[in-house]
T-cell receptor, first 115, second 114 residues
Framework: QQQVKQSPQSLIVQKGGISIINCAYENTAFDYFPWYQQFPGKGPALLIAIRPDVSEKKEGRFTISFNKSAKQFSLHIMDSQPGDSATYFC??????????????FGTGTKLQVIP | DTEVTQTPKHLVMGMTNKKSLKCEQHMGHRAMYWYKQKAKKPPELMFVYSYEKLSINESVPSRFSPECPNSSLLNLHLHALQPEDSALYLCANPRGGLTPYEQYFGPGTRLTVT
């Protein structure tokens, strides 16, 4: 059951441009929304994350926009660089009372930034 | 720098072999996770340990057997695997303290079953 939908599947952006990746979720029990960046042959790396009571979070060139009523969130990469070329996964997680969480990932977006 | 290490980095095994994957973490949190990632797919949760006890098993076949000897170590024992089990196996842990949500992944073990 796909609970987090991600688009687009692939994205090509020119250097200096803005990369935008969108995600939508269904389960209102999710209480944390991270984004992961993954380079080939490496494990996913936590990039930035947001809680549902916040509408926007910015860290450097990376910004998450969150729309709780629409159950949608997006990642904006400003001034995209060739080094940003990677696969990006949005995710949604739910924290259980035992102190562990269950993370549901989107299907991923392969970003290519061309010089 | 990674505070989650996994060994080996690569593993090739036959369908009749028994092998183990190892994960070691120094993140200070008591939850530990195993994921499986196929090529061009997102990570799929396999197991979750909390305080050394198995808390979630996502209906994983019994040929995968997890073990958590202590709060820093997580093993995944493999036996009689199938070629379709070839994948990147990832261990993950939250950082201790006030951020139980921030899950950090190890570099993974690339498993090939022949």
């Amino acid at each position: 059951q796909q609970q987090v939908k991600q688009s687009p599947q692939s994205l090509i952006v020119q250097k200096g441009g803005i990369s935008i990746i969108n995600c939508a979720y269904e389960n209102t029990a999710f209480d944390y929304f991270p984004w992961y960046q993954q380079f080939p042959g490496k494990g996913p790396a936590l990039l930035i994350a947001i809680r549902p009571d916040v509408s926007e979070k910015k860290e450097g060139r990376f910004t998450i926009s969150f729309n709780k009523s629409a159950k949608q969130f997006s990642l904006h990469i400003m001034d995209s660089q060739p080094g940003d070329s990677a696969t990006y996964f949005c995710a949604a997680s739910h924290l259980f009372s035992g102190g562990y969480q269950k993370v549901t990932f989107g299907t991923g977006t392969k970003l290519q930034v061309i010089p | 720098d990674t505070e989650v290490t996994q060994t080996p980095k690569h593993l090739v095994m036959g369908m009749t072999n028994k092998k183990s994957l190892k994960c070691e973490q120094h993140m200070g949190h008591r939850a530990m996770y195993w994921y499986k990632q196929k090529a061009k797919k997102p990570p799929e949760l396999m197991f979750v340990y909390s305080y050394e006890k198995l808390s979630i098993n996502e209906s994983v076949p019994s040929r995968f057997s997890p073990e958590c000897p202590n709060s820093s170590l997580l093993n995944l024992h493999l036996h009689a695997l199938q070629p379709e089990d070839s994948a990147l196996y990832l261990c993950a842990n939250p950082r201790g303290g006030l951020t139980p949500y921030e899950q950090y992944f190890g570099p993974g073990t690339r498993l090939t079953v022949t």
